[in-house]
Each structure stands twice: as C-alpha cells, then as structure tokens.
C-alpha cells in the first residue's frame, strides 16, 4: 500500500533555530498538506499545496513557514526561527483526484521539540 | 501517548462489546464528513466517510450514521477489539478548489479496549 514518509521522526531543536521537516508524498498525488497536533490537541490545518504553490494556508501559517517541492518527490516544510510553541507533531498528507477522500493519506509524523 | 487522554473525551470498553463515538458538527451546510482513527505514534487513518444525502453508511465492522437535523455524526465499531484502540477524530473537508481539501478535525475520542 502506498504511504507518505516523513523524516525525521523525532527532531530536538534549540529556540532560535531553523529546522527543515521532510515528506515523501504518494508518487501519484497532486495536493500536499501540512497539519500540525500540538499534544493533546486536535490535528489542525496549516498549508495545502498545489502545482508548485500555496493553495491556501491558516493563519498558523505565518511568515516563519514556508514550503517548497525542491524536486520530484520531496515536499518540505521549513520553520525559520523556532519558537517553545512550535513543538508539535507535524502531519504530511497528500491526496490525488477523486470524489472520495479514502486516498488522502497522512505521514507518521516529526515530532519537533523546541528547548 | 498517556498523556494524550488527560485532554480528551474517553471510551472504555470490554473486548467484544459495541463502541459508539460521538461528535456534533455546527454548520448545517456541511455535506461531508470523515472518521479518522490514530493510532499511538501515527498519522490519521482513513476510516468510512459520508455525504450528506445519506443517513447512514456501513464499512467493515463499523457503521457511520449522521443525523443532520442535530448535526449529529456517530461511528459505531462492532465487536471492538484491542486493537480498535486508538483516537477517534471526525472530520470535515472543505474543499479549495478542484480536488485541494482542507480537513477541519473534531477534538477526537480515546478509545480503550479492555481484554
């Protein structure tokens, strides 16, 4: 069965610092997606991307994020000063075309600990 | 992951019995609905999904039924087994146009099953 990859899994990052956390979304997929589940929380929206741009983004999303597609099957999300509050599991997902969303598939997750 | 139930609403349930999850959705425009299971350490996964011109709808095992004149959703797992044990989030899609759908999740349901 086809699956997203998220890497790192668990990534530790000093307050201040910029990380990268990477996807592998299914080959076939057109839309990719950020979310993000502070613990305890409910998993929340950040950012849908489509045809190499931001479809639409919440307004978690600010200007310390950003993503990018570098290549064919890599989509990444870039988090340029990190603060305590950013700690949270980070969600990849895609999804392809279709009227049922069976196929929209999520990552396992980074675990982002900011200290 | 313990420490995920301190914030949710919680299920517990002997090995064979029937388990309902329940969530309450507020906008009575909506006509697409989610159930997600997550897993200790995972990303959401696909469950069953509804439209709205259906009442009810039955996968394996489990039955969602939607009740639109209370805005009401229930999944219904039969015959839980351990390993049904998880967070139960429903979901609402929005769509941005073409096949981009942003997710708007629920609080989520602990689910534990009891041998």
Same mark, same amino acid.
């Given at each position: 069965?086809?699956?997203?990859?998220?890497?790192?899994?668990?990534?530790?990052?000093?307050?201040?610092?910029?990380?990268?956390?990477?996807?592998?979304?299914?080959?076939?997929?057109? #839309?990719?997606?950020? #979310?993000?589940?502070?613990?305890?929380?409910?998993?929340?929206?950040?950012?849908?991307?489509?045809?190499?741009?931001?479809?639409?983004?919440?307004?978690?999303?600010?200007?310390?994020?950003?993503?990018?597609?570098?290549?064919?099957?890599?989509?990444?999300?870039?988090?340029?000063?990190?603060?305590?509050?950013?700690?949270?599991? #980070?969600?990849?997902? @895609?999804?392809?075309?279709?009227?049922?969303?069976?196929?929209?598939?999520?990552?396992?997750?980074?675990?982002?600990?900011?200290? | 992951?313990?420490?995920?139930?301190?914030?949710?609403?919680?299920?517990?349930?002997?090995?064979?019995?029937?388990?309902?999850?329940?969530?309450?959705?507020?906008?009575?425009?909506?006509?697409?609905?989610?159930?997600?299971?997550?897993?200790?350490?995972?990303?959401?996964?696909? &469950? &069953?999904?509804?439209?709205?011109?259906?009442?009810?709808?039955?996968?394996?095992?489990?039955?969602?039924?939607?009740?639109?004149?209370?805005?009401?959703? @229930?999944?219904? &797992?039969?015959?839980?087994?351990?390993?049904?044990?998880?967070?139960?989030?429903?979901?609402?899609?929005?769509?941005?146009?073409?096949?981009? #759908?942003?997710?708007?999740?629920?609080?989520?349901?602990?689910?534990?099953?009891?041998?």
């Amino acid at each position: 069965e086809p699956e997203v990859t998220q890497t790192p899994s668990h990534q530790v990052t000093q307050m201040g610092q910029e990380v990268i956390l990477r996807c592998v979304p299914i080959s076939n997929h057109l #839309y990719f997606y950020w #979310y993000r589940q502070i613990l305890g929380q409910k998993v929340e929206f950040l950012v849908s991307f489509y045809n190499n741009e931001i479809s639409e983004k919440s307004e978690i999303f600010d200007d310390q994020f950003s993503v990018e597609r570098p290549d064919g099957s890599n989509f990444t999300l870039k988090i340029r000063s990190t603060k305590l509050e950013d700690s949270a599991m #980070y969600f990849c997902a @895609s999804s392809g075309n279709g009227p049922s969303l069976d196929g929209y598939t999520f990552g396992s997750g980074t675990r982002l600990t900011v200290v | 992951g313990e420490s995920v139930g301190l914030h949710l609403p919680t299920l517990s349930v002997q090995e064979g019995d029937n388990s309902i999850i329940n969530c309450a959705y507020s906008n009575s425009a909506s006509d697409y609905f989610i159930w997600y299971k997550q897993e200790s350490g995972k990303g959401p996964q696909f &469950i &069953i999904d509804i439209r709205s011109n259906m009442d009810k709808r039955q996968g394996q095992r489990v039955t969602v039924l939607l009740n639109k004149t209370v805005k009401h959703l @229930s999944l219904q &797992i039969a015959a839980t087994q351990p390993g049904d044990s998880a967070v139960y989030f429903c979901a609402e899609p929005e769509n941005s146009g073409g096949s981009n #759908y942003k997710l708007t999740f629920g609080k989520g349901t602990l689910l534990t099953v009891n041998p």
